[in-house]
């Protein structure tokens, strides 16, 4: 296994561009194009991933357009890509009709949020859906959005055909104080992982990414996943997902599409950051960080879910998620293993899915609690309860007291509502500035009593956005 010690290359509005050696990898996309590159179109405003002024597009080479934010992303992982900035829009006749619409429109007062929502846009009349949705990572303070909203409800794609970027091998950036590793294959991975144990593993970065953006560090070592191939896999089989650890989330919520018992499970994905995070956060990557509040780990459990991991040594094993979480930040990563793959079955016919968030904002927020259900009723009994929650302990995990007291009993509200008071024997919750324990201890408890009118009376709006 060779790897190839080089420039950064990728396509720039359509245009080859080779970085210069001594480019520092793990510089970000938009330091880089507001400083070396001289595109100051792209503007800096959280830095975090926030408020999407620093919005660029992905131009994938099956035609889809992926807004990210620039902050987050690293120069070294757009090796091999294809990136569109607001300057790539325009062309010999002016502005991009996006841009003369937004102008018209009055859609635009100080400008500063514009050209990320000139991208967001973009990429939104080709990939369709919700302007709210596609609205959601762009924060825009002055003109209260309806001027915006009205732009987007014209949107046509302009079908311009996405450029093709190379087909690049394994490479190693070096620069002084950091080496990232860019793996194109599974082999060339592992190899670098037995080799480089301390090094961050680093998928979409949307976690990760905040050292760079946010706290100014530079981690002397990455390994860089996005380019492995074989991460990418994605199938929906009859009774499971198949999911690569380098899938992102909006490449899983297209997927999600064909199979709609999981359709609660995309409700959720839409709400797990923006379209920008959707656009570079990995499932595989959700899972390394181990966060407590992980939106994604309670469906995983509550449907049973299994991770597979690899490594040169001893090939490839499986866990369930709940066995590989191990506590706070924690996991049953070896220090020489990736994580390969998610095996998500998909619920039995006769099963009803329920994933649950409660957070300060509807969309864009870290959950204060999340929650999912899996639960069997039949003949007016409960057969099977999965009741998985995160934010309530040092990791997401099960309810096995609250389930216990829901298998084999009635179905009606009496039993949710000691199944909530059982809740209280499963988990001791921490306080943090997000909510108080006793605020999460009640928030579960509601949430679990909901599931019983969901499913008894869906008739019902039992959602503040309903």
Excluded at 303 to 323: D, F, M, Q, W
Excluded at 425 to 440: E, K, M, S, V
Aim: a neutral charge.
């Amino acid at each position: 296994m060779r790897f190839m010690t080089g420039c950064i290359t990728f396509l720039l509005n359509g245009a080859p561009r080779q970085l210069p050696a001594e480019t520092p990898p793990g510089m970000t996309l938009l330091d880089w194009l507001r400083g070396p590159g001289g595109l100051t179109g792209t503007k800096e405003g959280c830095a975090e991933g926030d408020c999407g002024a620093c919005t660029v597009v992905l131009e994938e080479a099956d035609g889809h357009r992926v807004p990210i934010n620039a902050c987050l992303a690293l120069v070294g992982q757009m090796h091999g890509r294809a990136v569109r900035t607001v300057e790539g829009l325009a062309g010999p006749a002016g502005p991009h009709p996006i841009q003369r619409a937004m102008a018209e429109g009055d859609a635009t007062q100080c400008g500063f949020c514009t050209p990320g929502i000139v991208m967001s846009a973009w990429a939104h009349a080709r990939e369709g859906g919700s302007a709210h949705e596609a609205l959601a990572g762009n924060l825009c303070r002055c003109t209260g959005y309806r001027p915006i909203l009205d732009v987007f409800a014209g949107l046509a794609d302009d079908g311009a055909p996405s450029p093709t970027p190379p087909e690049l091998a394994d490479a190693t950036f070096t620069t002084e104080g950091q080496v990232f590793h860019r793996p194109a294959t599974l082999a060339g991975a592992l190899m670098l992982r037995a080799a480089h144990p301390a090094a961050l593993l680093w998928a979409g970065g949307t976690d990760l990414g905040l050292l760079a953006s946010e706290h100014r560090q530079t981690p002397p070592a990455i390994l860089g996943l996005s380019g492995v191939a074989e991460l990418q896999a994605l199938a929906v089989e009859p009774d499971r997902l198949v999911v690569g650890a380098g899938v992102t989330y909006g490449r899983l919520q297209r997927a999600l599409a064909a199979a709609p018992e999981l359709a609660s499970l995309m409700g959720l994905l839409t709400r797990l950051g923006s379209r920008q995070i959707r656009g570079m956060g990995t499932l595989g990557g959700n899972l390394g960080t181990a966060s407590p509040i992980g939106d994604m780990l309670p469906p995983l459990m509550a449907l049973g879910a299994e991770v597979v991991l690899a490594s040169a040594r001893a090939g490839e094993r499986r866990l369930p998620v709940a066995a590989f979480l191990t506590g706070y930040r924690q996991t049953a990563l070896a220090p020489d293993e990736i994580i390969l793959r998610v095996l998500i079955p998909r619920p039995p016919a006769d099963a009803v899915l329920v994933c649950e968030k409660l957070s300060k904002r509807h969309d864009q927020d870290i959950s204060t609690l999340s929650a999912a259900f899996l639960l069997r009723v039949a003949e007016g009994m409960v057969t099977e309860a999965r009741l998985a929650f995160g934010g309530m302990a040092a990791t997401a995990a099960r309810a096995p007291q609250a389930e216990a007291a829901l298998a084999g009993a009635p179905f009606n509200e009496a039993s949710f509502a000691l199944a909530a008071e059982a809740l209280r024997q499963d988990f001791a919750p921490l306080a943090d500035w997000r909510g108080g324990a006793g605020y999460r201890q009640q928030g579960a408890a509601g949430l679990l009593r909901r599931l019983y009118w969901r499913l008894a009376r869906p008739d019902l709006a039992l959602e503040v956005q309903a």
